[in-house]
């Protein structure tokens, strides 16, 4: 995953964590730093993140309403 543009998470938020085939929810923490290859597009519905080395997909929306991207 190219990561290129930075978000911080301004409140906890849910992400989807996929091992093994299974996938499993997960609050991602206030002031946690998500990296993302692309920035969201409109009709996006889910986006790949970056946290703690760690793939997540977490809803488009959910990252345009509550994080903020950190400028380079």
């Known amino acids: 995953m190219s990561t290129s543009r930075q ?3 301004t409140s906890p938020t849910i992400a989807i964590f996929s091992y093994g085939g299974e996938r ?3 609050t991602l923490p206030a002031e946690a730093i998500v990296r993302v290859s692309v920035e969201p597009q ?3 519905q889910l986006i790949d993140v970056l946290w703690n080395g ?5 809803f ?3 990252l345009r309403d509550r994080a903020e991207r950190i400028e380079d």
């Open 7 to 9: 978000y911080r998470i």
């Open 24 to 26: 499993t929810t997960v």
């Open 42 to 44: 409109a009709g996006d």
């Open 54 to 58: 760690n793939k997540y997909l977490m």
């Open 60 to 62: 488009a929306q959910d």
